[in-house]
């Protein structure tokens, strides 16, 4: 009797040790960006003041909410959000083709909303990028 | 014989070559783009800009006005005073530039039916210097037949709305309007005017990405050739309001100050009689939301 009872312990610990795991595993699922986007070129530049200026207004008004001011993930929304909000001060995410960047930031996948529809011109777009390139940890 | 041949076949392939060079110029020819976010949302306060939200957006609109503000803290400065204004509406985008929109209102029950069309919008390069908006309603005041008197019709309830509307983007921080409008009620109190022509300035100035602040001011005119009768009674009061605006990706929140109860226009430039004095203003604020299809 005892045996069987730590054989349903040791399994209903395996199990949510599993769960844990999986809701990691969740997280930091990987992007599925299409080639079409892997290989798209950003056609400006951090140097374009005018252009980073741009990204910065779009960025306020568009990403802020939940990615902070500087981009740390940490926007007044980004509590009642599971998935990883990421850090766009990072070298990990400055690393990155800008095409995937803007795969991500446009297209989306679950709670990360498409915006294909609210940022219509490809200028803005490409300038929010850019903006992001600029942001330094505070 | 071979020459001339030789001639006619040059000139007809450089003549194609031409008009290839000339379509690879039309194809090179830069688009001039409206210019970004000239204004928040549709309206200043109660006053309509050029915006149209692009094709296929839905958008909410709350727009509450509280009571006056000279009771001071014993209403909360009129957020506690009964007989607050409140409408609901929803403006659909057809096209870019033009919507139509459905709204209900509680003062006098109006239910109007508004429509939006913006042919020629500022750009970026200044090849359209600036946006022309045409705006125009008609609502229905939907209270009981015995407000209108004896000899009521349907067409009693009936008043109209038009406006022309030009404003220019000047910098990424200063945008102003000025306008010519033309309202019409059905059915007013006796010796009070069917017709009215005002004049609507606003601006906005924007002191950060988000954030605004908004001004506008409507001025009903006192024209005598157009007017039904000799002398001017109870002609309508200019109103004014002073606000700030933060706009996010699918909203826009505006709080202000404002001396007119109306929210549809045709009220303001037909029926306020508030003083343009501090006793008289009173807070209101708008909301939008908008859904994208």
């Not at chain 1, 960047?101 to 490809?122: A, C, H, L, W």
């Not at chain 2, 800009?49 to 503000?69: D, P, Y």
């Not at chain 2, 009903?220 to 009674?233: D, W």
Request: hydrophobic share 35%; net charge positive.
């Amino acid at each position: 009797m005892k045996k069987i009872k730590v054989r349903i312990l040791s399994g209903s610990l395996l199990v949510l040790f599993g769960l844990l795991l999986m809701s990691f595993v969740q997280e930091k699922k990987p992007w599925d960006v299409p080639a079409k986007y892997q290989s798209m070129k950003n056609p400006q530049s951090v140097d374009d003041a005018s252009m980073v200026k741009l990204g910065k207004m779009m960025y306020s008004k568009h990403c802020k909410s939940c990615h902070g001011n500087f981009g740390e993930g940490n926007g007044p929304k980004a509590r009642s959000i599971d998935a990883d909000l990421g850090d766009f001060t990072s070298a990990e995410f400055k690393a990155q083709k800008d095409g995937v960047i803007y795969y991500q930031s446009f297209v989306g996948r679950d709670e990360m909303p498409n915006f294909e529809k609210k940022i219509t011109d490809e200028e803005e777009r490409w300038a929010i990028v850019t903006y992001m390139h600029t942001l330094k940890k505070k | 014989m071979k020459k001339y041949l030789y001639t006619l076949v040059l000139a007809l392939l450089s003549s194609a070559m031409l008009f290839a060079q000339e379509e690879t110029e039309t194809v090179e020819k830069v688009v001039d783009k409206p210019v970004r976010s000239p204004w928040e949302s549709g309206t200043i306060v109660n006053h309509h800009t050029s915006v149209t939200q692009q094709k296929n957006t839905l958008e909410m609109v709350i727009n509450h006005r509280f009571g006056v503000v000279e009771n001071g803290i014993s209403d909360v400065f009129g957020i506690m005073a009964p007989g607050a204004n409140i409408r609901i509406g929803f403006n659909y985008s057809i096209l870019d530039n033009l919507n139509v929109g459905f709204g209900t209102n509680s003062q006098k029950k109006y239910q109007d039916f508004q429509a939006k069309y913006t042919p020629f919008r500022q750009t970026r390069q200044n090849t359209m210097p600036v946006s022309v908006t045409l705006y125009g309603n008609a609502a229905i005041d939907a209270r009981e037949e015995t407000v209108f008197g004896t000899d009521y019709a349907f067409s009693d309830r009936m008043s109209y709305f038009s406006e022309l509307i030009v404003d220019r983007k000047f910098t990424d921080w200063i945008t102003l309007k000025a306008s010519v409008n033309f309202t019409h009620y059905n059915a007013v109190d006796s010796l009070m005017d069917n017709d009215k022509i005002g004049v609507g300035f606003g601006g906005r100035v924007k002191f950060s990405p988000q954030s605004s602040l908004t001004f506008e001011l409507g001025i009903p005119l006192q024209i005598s050739s157009i007017s039904q009768y000799s002398t001017f009674t109870k002609p309508p009061k200019a109103h004014m309001a002073i606000g700030y605006e933060v706009s996010t990706s699918t909203h826009a929140f505006q709080i202000f100050l404002t001396n007119g109860l109306g929210i549809l226009n045709q009220e303001l430039y037909m029926h306020n009689q508030a003083e343009m004095d501090l006793r008289s203003f009173r807070f209101g604020f708008n909301i939008t939301r908008l859904w994208n299809f």
